[in-house]
């Protein structure tokens, strides 16, 4: 390289806002050739510290809804039309997400082993990202691995990467770093990198998570970090960005209220839900150094402490502090709060919505900038006080080290409920959620006891009436039916729109052979979502014990429309048919089944028994046959 050429390069850093160091100038040739077998090795000790989270089960915090009991997965042909597409879950909206999960299903079952491995991919593909960013951020490759490091293994990426539900995190920021580092390149040489492949990344990226709309916010921080001004043509330049994010701004909330997750929390409304927002924006500031307390749930305080009400000033502060390196022009400083700033926003709860006000995930993109700043002066330092670098070096070592071994620790802590659950209530004793989940698993391990004692302390807790319906569903299971209608009688006055509720206790009528009244229960259930699809599973049941088959097979049909991949009600329609004497149907629908479950020994045999009736013999006994192979006689 020319000297002419060298100092040329250094003036276009120094006009795009960066501080060339003496250190940078000096290394930067000959660290360069290193810079792959550096984020090679960063690439491993992520992957071992994450290893754990691949042993890990599924958990019962939104895992069930959105993946091992979600239809839309289940159901193999999901995969080949829109319907993953148009159907949010628990009000998010994250379609890209959720198919990757029936994809997994397609090849590999419902199992959580390869799900987890999928989940550290992606997110071993952002830490590979990340240190192409941090590069052309103006670090050198020591530095820029360094950033990279920190972004891979701080404990607060566990959540994104151990918890399968949070698929959308490392997937949305698979598209939205690359289109990031793309736009970097743009800024860099104009026109190397067309603005048309920026926006696919970004319009895939808004189907994984809703969170992928901060990123033309971000593109204006490099834009500042670049030394553009600050005008409002970088907002106009920008504006098919501006009106994807709003779209989907505005898409997300109207799902969020459609599920009523925005009024998930009434204890703090009006300006109080300020103070929630300051203070979450302060302790994920302290918690990007110090990684205090990682838990899947940070529960809503019953009342707001002094910490809360102090946030507020300390909140302005730092922007007040932010505005005035902004004017003393500490570019790389503004930059990096405010990528952080903006990509984490929209998620200070100043709306509530969901069960906590804080979350681990929040942050996955936005300590990216925060990760930046840390290098940076690190780099500065190092090259400006040699005197210091064995201090320094010592402690990043150190450091390091600390992170890396919380890291390892949290992931086991999302193994499965249990250890979940009891590592939230290590925090947070005062709280049902917790008690109700993880008692919901030991009843699902018919650990009875110790689900009931879980149940009860949450219940002395004021949980509400979802608890009272999971113990009922105990005491069912242990065929304590009296005990069980008496709790589902508490859930349905906290709750008298609640199908569920009708459902389960019709059921427990059922057993206890009080039909009127469970046709009664199941009738309200219907009546109140003709949606809920155990209740016509049930009813249909019912009605097959009074002996009225034409009211059984309706129900299963209303049962087929809402989950078309189930074998055994396809089995059960066929039967029903038949015993109707409608034989042809009788075979569409045994023929079914054995579509959708070809192992099933018993379809082969009534339909062997159906094809006989209708006198089709040779077709009758190739059915026999294949019934006999799969133990069905």
Not at 50 to 74: G, H, M, T
Not at 480 to 502: F, G, L, R, V
Not at 614 to 621: E, F, N, P
Request: proline share 4%; glycine share 4%; aromatic share 18%.
């Amino acid at each position: 390289m020319s000297l002419i050429v060298a100092m040329s390069k250094q003036k276009q850093k120094i006009k795009a806002g960066e501080q060339i160091s003496p250190m940078e100038s000096k290394t930067n040739i000959q660290v360069s050739s290193e810079a792959w077998w550096l984020i090679w090795a960063i690439l491993l000790v992520c992957f071992f510290l994450f290893s754990p989270s691949l042993k890990n089960e599924f958990v019962n915090w939104d895992d069930d809804r959105n993946v091992y009991e979600n239809p839309l997965i289940a159901n193999q042909k999901a995969i080949q039309h829109q319907k993953i597409f148009t159907t949010p879950i628990i009000g998010n909206y994250n379609p890209l997400s959720i198919w990757s999960f029936a994809v997994e299903h397609h090849f590999a079952g419902m199992d959580p082993k390869t799900m987890h491995w999928t989940n550290l991919i992606l997110h071993l593909i952002c830490v590979f990202f990340s240190f192409k960013i941090f590069k052309n951020l103006g670090l050198n490759p020591w530095f820029a691995a360094l950033g990279s490091l920190l972004f891979a293994i701080h404990p607060m990426r566990v959540e994104s990467v151990a918890w399968i539900t949070e698929r959308k995190d490392v997937l949305f920021s698979a598209f939205f770093l690359p289109a990031f580092y793309l736009y970097l390149k743009r800024l860099d040489k104009p026109g190397t990198v067309s603005m048309f492949w920026i926006f696919i990344l970004f319009a895939i990226g808004l189907f994984a998570k809703i969170q992928m709309v901060s990123l033309p916010l971000a593109m204006i921080t490099a834009d500042y970090l670049k030394g553009r001004a600050l005008k409002w043509n970088l907002i106009f330049e920008k504006w098919m960005f501006f009106l994807g994010s709003l779209a989907f701004g505005i898409l997300g909330i109207y799902m969020l209220r459609q599920e009523g997750s925005l009024e998930a929390n009434e204890l703090h409304t009006g300006f109080m839900r300020v103070f929630i927002g300051t203070y979450s924006l302060i302790t994920y500031l302290i918690k990007w150094l110090v990684p205090y307390m990682t838990l899947p749930l940070y529960p809503y305080p019953d009342k707001l402490t002094i910490w809360h009400y102090l946030s507020l000033p300390g909140a302005i502060a730092i922007l007040a502090a932010v505005y005035f390196a902004y004017k003393r022009k500490m570019v790389q400083l503004v930059f990096g709060f405010g990528f952080f700033f903006v990509n984490v926003f929209f998620l200070l709860q100043f709306l509530g919505a969901g069960q906590g006000y804080l979350a681990d995930r929040f942050t996955y993109v936005a300590y990216l900038g925060l990760f930046f700043i840390f290098s940076w002066y690190v780099q500065k330092w190092w090259s400006q006080y040699p005197q210091y670098k064995f201090l320094i070096r010592a402690s990043l070592i150190l450091y390091l080290i600390c992170l890396s071994f919380l890291t390892y620790r949290q992931c086991k802590y999302w193994k499965n409920p249990n250890t979940l659950w009891s590592r939230v209530i290590e925090y947070y004793d005062n709280t049902p959620l917790p008690y109700n989940n993880r008692a919901n698993y030991q009843r699902d391990l018919k650990q009875f006891d110790k689900a009931l004692a879980d149940y009860s302390k949450a219940i002395s807790l004021k949980a509400g009436h979802a608890t009272y319906n999971s113990r009922a569903k105990l005491f069912f299971q242990r065929n304590e039916d009296q005990k069980a209608i008496e709790d589902y009688n508490i859930a349905i006055q906290k709750s008298p729109n609640t199908a569920e509720y009708y459902t389960n206790r019709g059921a427990a009528y059922a057993k206890l052979n009080q039909l009127d009244q469970a046709l009664a229960d199941l009738n309200k259930a219907v009546a109140l979502d003709k949606n809920w699809k155990v209740a016509y599973l049930n009813r249909s049941i019912l009605f097959q014990v009074k002996g009225d088959y034409a009211s059984s097979l309706s129900d299963i049909n209303n049962y087929l429309r809402l989950e078309p991949n189930n074998a055994d009600l396809w089995y059960e329609g066929a039967r029903c048919y038949r015993i109707l004497n409608n034989l042809p149907k009788a075979l569409e629908y045994f023929t079914t089944c054995i579509q959708y479950n070809p192992k099933l020994g018993v379809a082969w045999l009534e339909r062997a028994k159906t094809y006989e009736a209708m006198g089709q013999t040779d077709k009758a006994q190739a059915d026999y046959m294949e019934a006999s192979k799969l133990g069905a006689q």
